[in-house]
């Protein structure tokens, strides 16, 4: 089958992003000597000032990872939780019934500069300035703009001009989208004052940890109290101050914790926990497992059966997120068991099916009273997991993507977001924004995933590991909010069992329902839309509405932006999508 760029093969390192100079940035670590995890922090740092409507400073950073000395994966939690005073009864009284999905008040306490520097203390071998100072020349000499950046600030221009001045400042030079070569002297400063704080002790590690304090209890946290006490537009229409404090800062640690996992086949599938939507994705597999004799790819491109049946999987396993994920204890021993995935298995037909089913994993699910007004509610923007920016800021979809491995078999896979140049204002003594992940909860209370105090929004990041016989064999993942674990999911059936190669997975056509409710504001859905690429062919589309499922025909190369990296008996394999125009694998 064609494919847009070869499969790369090596056998010394393998760096895959959506960003060219991220993945550049961490083969230069890997040929300096460092391992998986210095290359994958300092291209996260670069990821934060070259794609800056995607990822920032102030977002956070979910990842699954093996070291070359244990094969058993662990994730890395770097997800700020919400504030103190981020109460049920503060928004009812701002008379809300969504959280806005941008300004200050959907805030989260940032988690990337902390998870990064954990994940360098302790699987990492550079010290913080080695892997900082690719950042810090990229914000202070400049780093070249993809177009995608300025259309994304024009898409909220009007709002920065009028209501929030300080990112005027910074993405408007001269009143105009900033373009080419952009400087952001602000934020190395930060990054400069981060480094001497952290430096004014002796010993790797004791650096690292001086540098997540000057973080999280000294001067950004300050600056963050101080910003976010100004009332800002947002996009409900009116002006709100947020709620982060240094205390909320200073309480918070990002953590390790302990995946979920299910076996496939001879495959076992590797995603966050419960409090994200990754073990959609294990649900999905296991489903669609049950039709493996069914699932086929002619010259790369699925059969009409193959994405019916994968799209009705996505329906019950995202239903299911629905009611029972949440940062809360949830049922996966239920969820992910043989039982109940007969059980649900049962209820796909050739139909395509209208209704939001989830199962009774303890006891009668509840879903959240307001959905059916969010039903058919249509925003702005496409289905391509790029910007999807309204006029106020608010966003859907906006991430990064970058796995690595090394020649010793460090694998790592990370998700970082949050913190995007449009969704909040800038903090101008910092360079940077806050995140907008708090949207993500819902205000109507006993959900698992219902806004509470000091508790993780249910987020959409959600990078993937997987093992092979036991052996630590694959990472992926990409952008896209919802879509993420529906975009790998086509992924995963292409080399899984349409026997294509990480490249060959990656552009093999994609598509994606929007039968359940979007995690972004307004958090709309649409019952039976199916999005797909048309490479999948007229007749393909023809058959799928003959179902019954409402096709919406994306283009030719419109979904998802994949990357993948893999390690089989010492050989080194990489992969990134062409999508966007901007991803890349490098290695050797």
Same mark, same amino acid.
């Given at each position: 089958m064609f494919t847009t760029r070869p499969e790369l093969a090596g056998t010394f390192g393998m760096v895959a992003s959506t960003h060219w100079l991220a993945s550049a940035t961490g083969m230069a670590v890997l040929e300096d000597g460092g391992n998986a995890f210095d290359a994958a922090v300092a291209a996260g740092f670069v990821l934060q000032v070259a794609e800056p409507h995607l990822c920032g400073p102030a977002g956070q950073v979910p990842g699954l990872f093996v070291t070359a000395d244990d094969p058993t994966p662990r994730a890395l939690a770097a997800q700020g939780p919400s504030p103190a005073g981020a109460t049920p009864e503060h928004f009812a009284s701002l008379g809300l019934d969504l959280i806005p999905g941008s300004g200050l008040l959907p805030a989260t306490v940032p988690g990337a500069w902390e998870g990064w520097l954990l994940l360098l203390r302790d699987y990492g071998t550079k010290s913080l300035r080695s892997v900082l100072s690719y950042a810090i020349g990229y914000a202070r000499n400049g780093v070249p703009l993809v177009s995608r950046v300025g259309d994304t600030i024009r898409a909220v221009s009007e709002l920065f001009t009028e209501h929030w001045p300080t990112s005027a400042a910074l993405w408007m030079p001269d009143g105009k989208p900033a373009s080419g070569l952009h400087r952001n002297p602000a934020l190395a400063d930060t990054w400069e004052r981060l480094l001497r704080e952290a430096e004014a002790v002796s010993g790797r590690e004791a650096q690292i940890d001086a540098g997540r304090r000057a973080w999280s209890q000294g001067f950004v946290a300050e600056e963050i109290e101080?910003?976010?006490?100004?009332?800002?537009?947002?996009?409900?229409?009116? #002006?709100?101050?947020?709620? &982060?404090?240094?205390?909320?800062? $200073?309480?918070?640690?990002?953590? @390790?914790?302990?995946?979920?996992s299910v076996d496939v086949g001879d495959w076992r599938l590797v995603k966050m926990g419960g409090w994200t939507q990754g073990p959609a994705l294990l649900q999905q597999a296991l489903l669609l497992h049950g039709f493996r004799d069914e699932l086929s790819y002619v010259d790369g491109v699925p059969t009409e059966r193959t994405v019916h049946l994968a799209a009705e999987a996505a329906k019950l396993a995202f239903a299911d997120r629905e009611a029972w994920y949440g940062d809360t204890d949830v049922p996966l021993d239920v969820l992910l068991s043989a039982e109940y995935t007969d059980s649900r298995r049962a209820l796909i037909t050739d139909t395509a099916s209208p209704e939001l089913r989830p199962g009774d994993a303890r006891g009668p699910a509840r879903l959240p009273a307001i959905l059916d007004s969010l039903k058919g509610v249509r925003a702005e923007g496409g289905a391509t997991g790029e910007p999807t920016v309204g006029p106020q800021g608010q966003t859907r979809g906006d991430t990064v993507h970058l796995d690595v491995v090394d020649a010793a078999g460090n694998l790592v896979s990370l998700t970082p977001s949050g913190g995007w140049l449009q969704s909040s204002p800038t903090i101008p003594s910092l360079g940077f924004c806050l995140d907008s992940r708090g949207q993500m909860f819902w205000l109507e209370q006993g959900l698992p995933n219902s806004l509470a105090p000091r508790k993780r929004p249910r987020i959409t990041l959600s990078p993937s590991l997987a093992l092979r016989d036991g052996?630590?064999? &694959?990472?992926?993942?990409?952008?896209?909010?919802?879509?993420? #674990?529906?975009?790998?999911?086509?992924?995963? &059936? $292409?080399?899984?069992?349409?026997?294509?190669?990480?490249?060959?997975?990656?552009?093999?056509? $994609? *598509?994606?329902?929007? $039968?359940?409710?979007?995690?972004? @504001?307004?958090?709309? *859905?649409n019952p039976r839309e199916l999005v797909v690429e048309s490479r999948l062919g007229t007749s393909t589309l023809d058959a799928l509405r003959a179902r019954g499922h409402e096709v919406v025909d994306a283009g030719d190369w419109a979904l998802g932006r994949l990357s993948a990296v893999s390690r089989t008996e010492g050989l080194l394999r990489a992969a990134a999508n062409a999508r966007g125009m901007q991803g890349y694998a490098a290695g050797r």
């Amino acid at each position: 089958m064609f494919t847009t760029r070869p499969e790369l093969a090596g056998t010394f390192g393998m760096v895959a992003s959506t960003h060219w100079l991220a993945s550049a940035t961490g083969m230069a670590v890997l040929e300096d000597g460092g391992n998986a995890f210095d290359a994958a922090v300092a291209a996260g740092f670069v990821l934060q000032v070259a794609e800056p409507h995607l990822c920032g400073p102030a977002g956070q950073v979910p990842g699954l990872f093996v070291t070359a000395d244990d094969p058993t994966p662990r994730a890395l939690a770097a997800q700020g939780p919400s504030p103190a005073g981020a109460t049920p009864e503060h928004f009812a009284s701002l008379g809300l019934d969504l959280i806005p999905g941008s300004g200050l008040l959907p805030a989260t306490v940032p988690g990337a500069w902390e998870g990064w520097l954990l994940l360098l203390r302790d699987y990492g071998t550079k010290s913080l300035r080695s892997v900082l100072s690719y950042a810090i020349g990229y914000a202070r000499n400049g780093v070249p703009l993809v177009s995608r950046v300025g259309d994304t600030i024009r898409a909220v221009s009007e709002l920065f001009t009028e209501h929030w001045p300080t990112s005027a400042a910074l993405w408007m030079p001269d009143g105009k989208p900033a373009s080419g070569l952009h400087r952001n002297p602000a934020l190395a400063d930060t990054w400069e004052r981060l480094l001497r704080e952290a430096e004014a002790v002796s010993g790797r590690e004791a650096q690292i940890d001086a540098g997540r304090r000057a973080w999280s209890q000294g001067f950004v946290a300050e600056e963050i109290e101080k910003f976010s006490r100004t009332a800002f537009r947002d996009d409900s229409g009116r #002006d709100h101050a947020g709620l &982060l404090t240094g205390d909320d800062l $200073a309480s918070w640690e990002a953590s @390790y914790e302990e995946p979920a996992s299910v076996d496939v086949g001879d495959w076992r599938l590797v995603k966050m926990g419960g409090w994200t939507q990754g073990p959609a994705l294990l649900q999905q597999a296991l489903l669609l497992h049950g039709f493996r004799d069914e699932l086929s790819y002619v010259d790369g491109v699925p059969t009409e059966r193959t994405v019916h049946l994968a799209a009705e999987a996505a329906k019950l396993a995202f239903a299911d997120r629905e009611a029972w994920y949440g940062d809360t204890d949830v049922p996966l021993d239920v969820l992910l068991s043989a039982e109940y995935t007969d059980s649900r298995r049962a209820l796909i037909t050739d139909t395509a099916s209208p209704e939001l089913r989830p199962g009774d994993a303890r006891g009668p699910a509840r879903l959240p009273a307001i959905l059916d007004s969010l039903k058919g509610v249509r925003a702005e923007g496409g289905a391509t997991g790029e910007p999807t920016v309204g006029p106020q800021g608010q966003t859907r979809g906006d991430t990064v993507h970058l796995d690595v491995v090394d020649a010793a078999g460090n694998l790592v896979s990370l998700t970082p977001s949050g913190g995007w140049l449009q969704s909040s204002p800038t903090i101008p003594s910092l360079g940077f924004c806050l995140d907008s992940r708090g949207q993500m909860f819902w205000l109507e209370q006993g959900l698992p995933n219902s806004l509470a105090p000091r508790k993780r929004p249910r987020i959409t990041l959600s990078p993937s590991l997987a093992l092979r016989d036991g052996v630590p064999t &694959l990472a992926f993942g990409t952008p896209g909010g919802d879509q993420q #674990d529906q975009w790998q999911l086509c992924f995963w &059936l $292409a080399h899984v069992y349409g026997g294509l190669n990480l490249q060959e997975s990656i552009d093999s056509p $994609a *598509w994606h329902t929007t $039968a359940f409710p979007s995690s972004f @504001y307004p958090r709309s *859905w649409n019952p039976r839309e199916l999005v797909v690429e048309s490479r999948l062919g007229t007749s393909t589309l023809d058959a799928l509405r003959a179902r019954g499922h409402e096709v919406v025909d994306a283009g030719d190369w419109a979904l998802g932006r994949l990357s993948a990296v893999s390690r089989t008996e010492g050989l080194l394999r990489a992969a990134a999508n062409a999508r966007g125009m901007q991803g890349y694998a490098a290695g050797r």
